[in-house]
């Protein structure tokens, strides 16, 4: 695994202020919309941050906000507001040249088939035009599993969408708690289509972010199997405090050690 391949979660009003950390370290930012709305940030000067990294070499993903964001919302007036957030979403991604956009799936806790099934045909209608503007900027849209117990929802929409620049990022530590198989079966299955994914420790009750490491998180798993992936994903350390985040790295560095 390449410097490359990973980024640091960042949130987006703090880019501007962490850019001088980002490029001394040679950190690539994932930008995190979720603590100040979209209309309240500057995309001018996300943008011109953004063109700084790139004048280094260095690349951005992009978190999209999640809240009250439901692509698949049987109610017309979410899945409207939704996509007023995804297509301001996509402008953002285009001013910081962000290779990908992390989208949340929208899906509670606990669905039947018939839910799931609603969720899946309002996607496949929601997504399309979106896709031709991700085309266009060469961004790739990625949904990450947040309750999900397994890929397969996930799989299924990629499939239909049948694009490119369509995929899956695999959230570990959402799986360490709400994954209902085993962590080998969901990358094996999920490979073809994983395009990202979000390392982070928890101690399988809570969200915690901790440091990679730091819960019981089986990463020694996950390490093996990036080793021998045909397409080893880009990766995202999403760790909410700096300290945590490098205890992340030094843990990597361990792991693959081109990581510097």
């Known amino acids: 695994m390449m ?56 690349s951005t993903t992009l978190h999209a906000p999640f809240s009250n964001f439901n692509p698949g919302s049987s109610k017309s007036r979410i899945r409207n507001l939704s996509m007023k957030t995804a297509e301001k979403s996509l402008l953002l991604a285009e001013k910081l040249h962000a290779r990908r956009i992390v989208f949340h799936p929208g ?79 969901w990358l094996d299955k999920a490979a073809p289509y994983l395009k990202h994914m979000h390392l982070h420790d ?10 990679v490491g730091q819960g019981g998180v089986p990463f020694s798993i996950l390490f093996e199997w990036l080793k021998t992936a045909e397409a080893p994903p880009t990766m995202t350390l999403e760790n909410h405090s700096l300290p945590d985040m490098e205890l992340s790295l030094k843990v990597l560095q361990k792991h693959f050690l081109e990581i510097t």
């Open 3 to 58: 410097t490359s391949s990973l980024y640091v979660h960042i949130p987006a009003h703090l880019l501007p202020a962490r850019l001088p950390f980002l490029l001394n370290r040679r950190l690539q930012p994932e930008v995190a919309c979720q603590e100040v709305a979209l209309d309240r940030l500057d995309f001018i000067h996300l943008g011109g941050c953004a063109d700084q990294l790139q004048e280094h070499g260095l």
């Open 107 to 185: 899906l509670a806790y606990g669905n039947d088939e018939k839910k799931l099934n609603v969720w899946l045909e309002n996607n496949l209608t929601f997504w399309p035009e979106l896709l031709r503007h991700a085309v266009e900027i060469n961004c790739t849209i990625c949904i990450e599993n947040i309750y999900a117990t397994s890929p397969d929802i996930f799989i299924r929409l990629i499939s239909l969408l049948d694009s490119t620049h369509f995929g899956h990022v695999f959230d570990i530590g959402h799986w360490n708690i709400f994954g209902e198989v085993p962590l080998l079966d």
């Open 202 to 211: 928890n101690h399988g009750e809570r969200d915690e972010h901790l440091a």
